[in-house]
């Protein structure tokens, strides 16, 4: 599982979810190391969600080993809804409720015209079982978004919802493995590795308290 690379919502300060915003001038910068580290890897398949900042993130992985992209919809970013594509500071900073609901209670995170947080932990791990089941004894790189990337890592660890505020938002272009037994369950190997990325290329932007503080932490 590959996050996606820093994309312009995350450099404007941007609630993405499902809004297909393009990668950055850093985001590219990122594929490019990115790309580098797998580049000796055997990929048997590649998945991306539809949303551009995936898909440019998946090409890179991509790159010279003559496999395509396959794109799915199970691995695309909620939908906000109402915070949908609007700035952080603007959207949490004017309702206090809403803020607290994503920074303490992100579980319950259901924005009006949305979808709920609930969902998209349920969809994302469908989604990566049905890869699993499909590809058996193969290497299979996907790419999606923290918000799903977050759902997935706290079903594997805790198997409860509830315990997705004790889980680490992954950075742009970290990687997190994988392996499903024949039997199709779960190991984690690793979780968040960005070693492929030198410090000064992180991005330090993309957290709520950031945004609320005005920290480019």
Not at 97 to 102: F, G, N, R, S, V
């Amino acid at each position: 599982m590959v996050r996606h690379c820093e994309a312009m919502g995350n450099v404007k300060r941007l609630f993405q979810g499902s809004s297909d915003f393009d990668i950055s001038e850093l985001g590219a910068i990122q594929l490019e190391f990115l790309s580098k580290r797998f580049q000796n890897t055997p990929i048997d398949r590649i998945y991306s969600s539809p949303l551009k900042r995936a898909v440019k993130t998946a090409e890179a992985i991509a790159k010279n080993k003559g496999i395509p992209v396959e794109t799915l919809d199970g691995l695309k970013e909620l939908h906000g809804g109402i915070v949908e594509g609007k700035p952080f500071a603007e959207v949490f900073g004017s309702d206090a409720a809403l803020a607290d609901t994503w920074d303490n209670h992100p579980q319950d995170f259901a924005p009006e015209g949305g979808e709920t947080m609930k969902s998209a932990y349920k969809r994302i791990w469908e989604t990566v079982k049905e890869i699993a089941k499909s590809n058996k004894d193969k290497t299979v790189v996907c790419t999606s978004h923290g918000g799903v990337i977050r759902c997935l890592s706290c079903r594997l660890k805790y198997g409860d919802i509830n315990r997705l505020k004790d889980v680490a938002w992954s950075e742009n272009t970290a990687v997190s493995l994988i392996e499903f037994d024949s039997s199709l369950n779960p190991s984690i190997i690793y979780l968040n590795n960005h070693t492929h990325l030198p410090e000064e290329y992180l991005n330090q932007k993309t957290r709520l308290a950031a945004f609320m503080k005005g920290s480019a932490k």
